[in-house]
C-alpha cells in the first residue's frame, strides 16, 4: 500500500538518506484524489509528495505564459534530478501538454476541488495591495525543515491581510524560489534566477490585466531578494501606471531591527539562516517541526568590515561565496538560542512592518498619481505642485 510523506518537512539529512529510486511528486494545485495518483505510479511506498504550486500554469486563477511557466517548473525538476533522484514527476490537471526535460513522466489527474485553487477570489477589490508572499523549498541545517522560509512568510503575509483587510489582500504562498548554493546540502531546489524572474514578471503582467495596480512582493527566503528587485525594476518600467515594491526579508528596516536587537539572545552573526530568528519563529509558528536538540550553532562566517553576516546583512560589499566555506550543517547563527516567545514578538513586530508598508504603497500610489494629474492640468495652464 502506497504511504506518502510531506518532503517540505523533512530536514535536509532525512533527504540525504532517503533512497534515490523513491517518487517524488510535485502537484500543481491541490485537491488530488492521492488513491488514484498511487494507481498512476504503479502503487510504490512510499512517496514524496513536495509542497504544490499554487498557480502561473495555463488554466490557473492567475497563468503566465506556458513558456514561462515550463522553465520554472523544469528547473524545479531538474533540482531533484542533480541530487540524483530518479522518479521525478509532475501531477498536473489534463491537456497542459508541457514540454518538461527533466520529468521522468508528466502524470495528469483532475483535481477533485478545484475551487482549492483559486488564487484571488472573483470580484476582489483591485484597489488593495496584492501581497505576494514568496517562500522556498531548502535546507535549514540539521534542526529545521526545508518548508521554514515558506511557513514564515506565509504567516506574515496571512495575518498582514488579515490586520487590514481593507487595504491588502494575499495570494497563497508560492514555495519555490532561488538558491545558487543547491548543491551544497540535500534538498535545496532551484527555480534558477532568470526562469524566477521572468514568471513572476508574467505573474504582475496577469495582475495588472485584472485591474490590480498595487504589488507587495515580500518573501521569506534570501536568495529570492536580489532578483525580485530585478522584477521590481522591469515592472516599474512595463506598467508605469502601477506601483510595485519589495523589501529584504522581513524585520528589516528600523522599527523591525530595534524588535531584533530588543529580545535577541545572540551577537552579531547569530541570525542568518535557521538561526535564533528563524528558529524562533518556527517554535512559535510549527514547534512539530523543530528538533532544537539537533541544532548547532554556526557563527565562524569569514567577516570583514564590508562582509558579514546578520539578519541584515552588513557592510558594504555583496558576494555570493560557497555556502560550505562558512557552515558544515548547513546553518548560520546561533539556532540553540531561540525561544518560542521571542519568536511570538518577532511575528507581530514582522506583521506590523509589512502593514505599515502596505499604508506606504497605497500613499505612494496615490500620491504619484496626483503628481501626474496636476502636470496633465498644467498643459491647461494650471500650477503644478512645483510651483505653488
Known amino acids: 500500500m502506497t504511504g506518502y510523506f510531506a518532503f517540505e518537512n523533512l530536514a535536509w539529512p532525512a533527504v540525504a538518506a532517503l533512497p534515490r529510486q523513491v517518487p517524488l511528486v510535485i502537484p500543481l494545485g491541490k485537491g488530488y484524489d492521492l488513491s488514484r495518483l498511487a494507481s498512476l505510479l504503479e502503487n510504490p ?63 495528469e489527474l483532475t483535481p477533485q476541488h478545484e475551487e482549492m485553487n483559486v488564487a484571488i477570489p472573483a470580484g476582489s477589490d483591485p484597489d488593495r495591495v496584492v501581497l505576494i508572499p514568496i517562500g522556498h523549498t531548502e535546507q535549514h541545517g540539521l534542526h529545521l525543515p526545508l518548508c521554514t522560509d515558506t511557513v514564515i512568510i506565509e504567516a506574515i503575509g496571512q495575518a498582514v491581510a488579515a490586520a487590514v483587510p481593507s487595504q491588502a489582500l494575499s495570494l497563497p504562498v508560492m514555495p519555490y524560489g532561488v538558491s545558487t548554493h543547491r548543491s551544497s546540502f540535500a534538498g535545496t531546489l532551484n527555480a534558477g534566477g532568470r526562469a524566477f524572474e521572468d ?8 495582475l495588472t490585466a485584472m485591474g490590480f495596480k498595487m504589488i507587495y512582493l515580500i518573501s521569506g527566503h534570501g536568495g529570492n531578494c536580489s532578483f525580485l528587485t530585478t522584477v521590481v525594476k522591469y515592472a516599474g518600467e512595463r506598467h508605469p501606471d502601477m506601483f510595485c515594491a519589495t523589501a529584504w526579508l522581513y524585520l528589516s528596516g528600523p522599527q523591525g531591527i530595534r524588535a531584533l536587537e530588543a529580545h535577541r539572545r545572540s551577537a552579531r552573526g547569530g541570525m542568518g539562516h535557521a538561526c535564533e530568528l528563524e528558529t524562533s519563529l518556527m517554535l512559535h509558528l510549527r514547534p512539530d517541526l523543530v528538533h532544537l536538540q539537533d541544532a548547532v550553532d554556526e ?90
Open 45 to 107: 511506498a512510499p512517496v514524496g509528495l513536495l509542497p504544490p504550486i499554487p498557480f502561473g500554469w495555463q488554466g490557473s486563477s492567475l497563468p503566465v505564459s506556458k513558456p514561462l511557466f515550463e522553465n520554472l517548473l523544469d528547473n524545479l525538476l531538474g533540482s531533484l534530478g542533480e541530487d540524483g533522484f530518479t522518479q521525478i514527476f509532475p501531477l498536473v490537471p489534463p491537456g497542459l501538454n508541457l514540454n518538461l526535460r527533466n520529468a521522468s513522466q508528466v502524470l
Open 199 to 206: 514568471f513572476w514578471l508574467g505573474v504582475i503582467d496577469s
Open 299 to 388: 557563527i565562524n562566517f569569514i567577516t570583514t568590515p564590508s562582509y558579514y553576516m546578520d539578519w541584515v546583512e552588513g557592510g558594504a560589499l555583496t558576494a555570493n561565496p560557497p555556502w560550505e566555506d562558512d557552515s558544515q550543517t548547513g546553518a548560520y547563527g546561533a539556532g540553540s538560542l531561540a525561544t518560542v516567545e521571542n519568536g511570538t514578538i518577532w511575528l507581530e513586530a514582522a506583521v506590523a512592518e509589512k502593514a505599515a508598508h502596505v499604508a506606504e504603497i497605497i500613499e505612494q500610489h496615490q500620491r504619484r498619481l496626483a503628481r501626474r494629474q496636476d502636470r496633465k492640468l498644467f498643459g491647461n495652464g494650471k500650477l503644478t505642485d512645483f510651483e505653488k
